[in-house]
């Protein structure tokens, strides 16, 4: 099983970057010790997606930075990108561990305790599970999950689970104390005006005292 040694994962998302270029706010959150990043942008056409993604492989490749891919198995492959994330109700995760091979990370998103539970059954590497609080980008998924609901998945998950949805900084230290892994964020880092101390931000956050 690939390992997960990572603590932070940025989810991208064009839309919150205020207009700015996605892969230069990558370059300067990864300049700031970025450990991770998967690659969801879903309104692009496949030949945009990899334009995007050789891009930032650019960046992510010297540095080690592991670059997952959302859903996009056939896109992890050809690629040579070191995983996929597959959302709860897209391709199965034993497939997809078929498809890209035993030494690349399968992700999948998670939104209830049963996801969870599925996701370990099938071998998935790692879980997402949120919202934890509320945030717009997630409202699709329903209400906050919330804190309590958090170290339930987090107790019964031998992998690890990525808090996500409504993250900060000031937070991390909740989320940790649930049980979580790490966090996964989106506009904790695109959407501010320094992403660089953003990210250190949170990593310090992330780093026990």
Do not use: W
Not at 67 to 96: E, F, K, Y
Not at 147 to 172: D, K
């Amino acid at each position: 099983m690939p390992s997960v040694n990572f603590r932070l994962l940025l989810v991208t998302d064009r839309i919150q970057t205020g207009g700015r270029s996605l892969p230069s706010l990558i370059e300067q959150a990864v300049n700031a010790g970025l450990p991770a990043i998967q690659l969801r942008e879903r309104d692009l056409s496949t030949s945009e997606l990899r334009a995007l993604a050789c891009e930032i492989q650019t960046i992510t490749t010297p540095r080690a930075v592991p670059l997952i891919v959302n859903d996009r198995a056939d896109l992890a492959l050809a690629m040579s990108l070191d995983g996929v994330h597959l959302r709860a109700n897209s391709l199965p995760a034993p497939v997809a561990r078929q498809l890209v091979g035993a030494h690349r990370l399968v992700g999948v998103s998670t939104h209830s305790l049963s996801e969870v539970e599925q996701a370990n059954r099938d071998g998935a590497d790692y879980v997402l599970f949120g919202p934890i609080f509320d945030t717009p980008s997630k409202r699709p998924f329903g209400p906050p999950l919330g804190l309590a609901m958090l170290t339930a998945a987090c107790r019964y998950s031998p992998i690890p689970v990525f808090a996500v949805g409504g993250v900060t900084s000031a937070s991390v230290p909740d989320v940790r104390g649930a049980g979580a892994h790490g966090v996964a964020v989106i506009g904790a880092i695109l959407a501010r005006d320094d992403v660089a101390a953003a990210t250190r931000e949170m990593l310090a956050a992330l780093t026990p005292q």
